[in-house]
């Protein structure tokens, strides 16, 4: 009697169990059940999907809307996950400058991701993989791949269907892997752009294979008020629906961006119209004193209850409790703390849009607001007396980044507080120029440089990790990702975390040299944290200063609203503490 497929994938036992199956044939058993698998979970109905478009132009917040969905939907008691589909061929986004494309987010597997899978985990709460993110060059690498392989059986390799397949099959093994009921996937870019159309043909197609009420679009866009007018136009929108339909994707729910105020009911019953969507699925995407007010503000339009109506999903009360508070605390600040971001990103702050979220989180906490201004390092290297500036500010931070320029800067603006008590964060860069400062002025060491800005420096106190050298591909070689990071007892560092062992998320290829540990530490340095095979150093502090803290990881990646990250909230209550002018910070 034959073993059918229906068995062998229920029933694995009656496979393994059978000598007449090789070892090559049990490992292609697995990943074609666990493909199988994959495809059970969809035709069962187990997993709705929201797909997330933008159009009119980018800078919108689509990215603030699929969270928005998203939370409304994890109020009402789903598991739900986010993806991101970005059109642009790189691999990941860890070989993009933050210059031209924004913050590099490092998740906890040390995938290099997109700055929106951050935006999904300090709204959404979980921790995303690099599954969560598609892009263009992942899936035609894959392609050409299996091409290469003879994967296709002599077949003519096409857009559709071999790179919408993949495209399709990334999201659904992303949704099969999180078991999430709800799906949010969001198209990067805007409708109309040529590299995106793969993706959007990817969405019709499944919103054609999955069964009827099991998938949403919905469609961010546009709705300018013109000063000389005065009143909404909605025909950006129409256009932008118009181009959705010529794809052949009609949106369910439209959100439409709008600065003064929501869209009134005859803006909303013309966009109702035009676009075939009910007036009640028409939502205004408003301005908000803060960002994570926004999901509140939807909800109060009815969007959670019209997105549950839509899918299907039972009716479930939403519990809000905790988030409104939460949000309050961000509205209402008792008092204002002024942060100097010195870096050499200064004009973007999507550069350093993480670190800006933390701060904000831990001010939040602390019960103050922080005013956040970028100054560029380059200005200090052009003459000293312009570190001036930093005595009007209550806290210095450096941030993470890479190359020369602007180094001896930021240098000179580490020096700055350390010799005039200012409360210091350094992170990652911040916490290797941190050291290379205190090697040439504390502990004597002339020239002393990392290796990354002087190769030929005489004290390498900042040196690339041996397993880098050597190594010829830059995308995703760092060490990168979540570490465990071995706190010293009764440091500062300790204090803050609350635990004598914790795990951060990395992303560097240079370390503090192992030669210079003892010279640094007998001239008063302190590393209070190191990994837990004691070869790298991960702290930098200065017991003697009222807040100096260096930390090679990076703490903003796995801030959250309602949890601030500790570094971060340390920094900011000592900053806000030396402006109330206590003694010593109150953690």
């Known amino acids: 009697m034959p073993v059918y497929e229906f068995d062998l994938f229920f029933h694995p036992i009656l496979f393994l169990s059978d000598s007449r199956f090789s070892s090559f044939c049990i490992e292609s058993f697995i990943v074609y059940n666990f493909e199988k698998w994959v495809y059970y979970w969809q035709v069962n109905g187990l997993t709705k999907y929201i797909f997330v478009t933008g159009g009119v132009l980018s800078g919108l917040g689509k990215g603030l809307v699929t969270c928005s969905v998203g939370k409304m939907l994890e109020v009402r008691g789903y598991h739900v996950t986010a993806i991101k589909c970005d059109p642009y061929l790189n691999v990941d986004a860890g070989t993009m400058n933050p210059y031209i494309h924004g913050e590099v987010f490092v998740l906890e597997d040390g995938y290099e991701a997109d700055m929106d899978l951050g935006t999904y985990e300090r709204f959404l709460g979980g921790e995303f993989t690099g599954l969560n993110n598609v892009t263009s060059g992942q899936v035609y690498q894959t392609v050409v791949r299996k091409e290469r392989e003879g994967g296709y059986l002599g077949r003519c390799v096409q857009i559709i269907p071999h790179v919408t397949d993949e495209i399709k099959r990334r999201i659904r093994l992303a949704a099969a892997k999180s078991r999430a009921d709800v799906v949010l996937v969001e198209c990067g870019g805007t409708v109309g752009d040529i590299e995106g159309l793969p993706f959007l043909e990817a969405f019709r197609q499944m919103r054609n294979e999955e069964k009827r009420g099991d998938t949403l679009l919905v469609h961010v866009t546009l709705v300018p008020v013109l ?127 993480s670190v800006n979220e933390a701060l ?123 570490n465990p990071v071995v706190l010293e007892g009764g440091s500062l560092p300790h204090r803050l975390y609350g635990s004598t062992e914790i795990r951060e998320r990395h992303r560097h290829r240079w370390e503090v040299n192992p030669e210079y540990w003892d010279r640094l530490e007998k001239a008063g340095a302190v590393f209070p944290g190191w990994s837990k095979e004691k070869k790298l150093k991960e702290l930098l502090w200065l017991p003697d200063r009222y807040f100096f803290l260096g930390t090679q990881f990076h703490p903003e990646f796995k801030s959250r609203p309602w949890a601030p990250s500790p570094p971060y909230y340390g920094f900011v209550k000592a900053a806000y503490d030396r402006k109330l002018r206590k003694p010593e910070p109150e953690f």
């Open 360 to 482: 904000r989180h831990a001010a939040a906490k602390a019960g103050c607001r922080v005013q956040i201004d970028w100054i560029e390092t380059e200005l200090f290297e052009e003459d000293l007396k312009r570190t001036g500036v930093l005595e009007g500010y209550d806290g210095v931070l450096v941030p993470g980044g890479f190359g020369q320029r602007g180094a001896e800067g930021k240098i000179i603006a580490i020096n700055y507080c350390r010799t005039h008590d200012k409360p210091f964060l350094g992170i990652c860069y911040g916490f290797q120029l941190a050291t290379v400062e205190f090697a040439r002025n504390v502990a004597g060491l002339e020239g002393a440089a990392s290796t990354e800005c002087v190769p030929e420096t005489p004290h390498p106190v900042i040196d690339l990790l041996p397993e880098q050298k050597g190594l010829k591909e830059m995308g995703g070689t760092m060490r990168l990702g979540s």
């Open 227 to 353: 000063e000389a007018v005065g009143e909404p136009k909605t025909k950006p929108t129409q256009h932008s629906v118009k181009e959705l339909r010529a794809i052949g994707l009609q949106p369910d729910v439209i959100a439409a961006r709008i600065e003064k105020g929501r869209l009134d009911k005859a803006s909303r019953a013309k966009i109702a119209q035009y676009c075939s969507v009910e007036e009640r699925a028409v939502f205004s995407s408003i301005n908000v004193p803060t960002l994570y007010e926004l999901p509140l503000e939807l909800e109060r339009q009815g969007m959670g209850d019209v997105v549950c109506e839509y899918l299907g999903l039972r009716d479930c009360k939403p519990d809000w409790s905790g988030w409104p508070e939460m949000v309050d605390r961000f509205k209402k600040p008792k008092d204002v703390v002024k942060i100097a971001m010195c870096g050499k990103y200064a004009e973007l702050a999507d550069c350093y849009v």
